[in-house]
C-alpha cells in the first residue's frame, strides 16, 4: 500500500518501488493493483484511472485491506457493520457453550470475551466511532450479555 498526498508524489514513490522490487526479481502485477482517490470532496474522488509509465492502474471506490474495508469517503460504517455479522457468526458457532447449563457464568464470560468480543472489535483501534455506531455495538453486547446471563427467578417473579 502506497499512501500520498499529491498525484506526483505517488508517482514518484511508485515508480522507486517498481525499481527495488526488479532489483529482487520481482514485478508488481498490474491488474492486482488498485489506485483510490480518498477526498471530503466528491469531484476529486472520482479520479479516473491512474497511468504510470506503461502501467495503467483502475480507480476503485474501496477495496479490503488487511481485513479493513477501505473507501474513499473516510466512512467506516460498512466495515463496523461487517465486525458486528462476524461477532454474531462467532457467537451462533459457539452457542452451545454458552446456552450449556454446565458451564459457569465466568466461562461463560470468557468464551464471549475471547472467541466473540475479539472478533467484533479486531482493528478497531482505526475507527472512529459516531454515536449511531457505539449504540450497535452496546445493543450487541447487550444482546449476548443477556443470554449469557439470562433471566433470574427472584421471589417468584423473574427480573433480567
Do not use: C
Not at 529482487?24 to 477526498?39: A, D
Not at 459457539?94 to 457464568?105: A, E, H, K, T
Request: glycine fraction near 4%; avoid cysteine; hydrophobic fraction near 35%.
Amino acid at each position: 500500500m502506497i499512501v500520498a498526498r499529491t498525484q506526483i508524489k505517488l508517482t514518484e514513490v511508485y515508480l522507486d518501488l517498481e525499481e527495488e522490487t526488479s532489483k529482487l526479481g520481482m514485478e508488481i502485477n498490474e491488474n492486482k493493483t488498485k489506485y483510490m482517490v480518498t477526498s471530503t470532496y466528491e469531484h476529486r474522488r472520482n479520479a479516473g484511472d491512474l497511468r504510470i509509465g506503461n502501467k495503467t492502474f483502475k480507480a476503485v471506490q474501496s477495496f479490503q485491506y488487511l481485513g479493513n474495508i477501505i473507501g474513499n469517503t473516510n466512512n467506516n460504517n460498512i466495515y463496523i457493520k461487517e465486525r458486528i455479522m462476524m461477532g454474531n457468526k462467532a457467537y451462533y458457532a459457539n452457542r452451545q457453550l454458552v446456552n450449556s447449563s454446565l458451564i459457569s457464568r465466568n466461562s461463560k464470560l470468557q468464551i464471549y470475551y475471547t472467541l466473540v468480543r475479539a472478533v467484533v472489535t479486531y482493528g478497531s483501534e482505526s475507527w472512529t466511532l459516531t454515536m449511531e455506531k457505539e449504540r450497535a455495538l452496546a445493543v450487541f453486547e447487550r444482546k449476548i450479555l443477556w443470554k449469557i446471563y439470562g433471566p433470574v427467578k427472584e421471589n417468584k417473579l423473574w427480573r433480567i
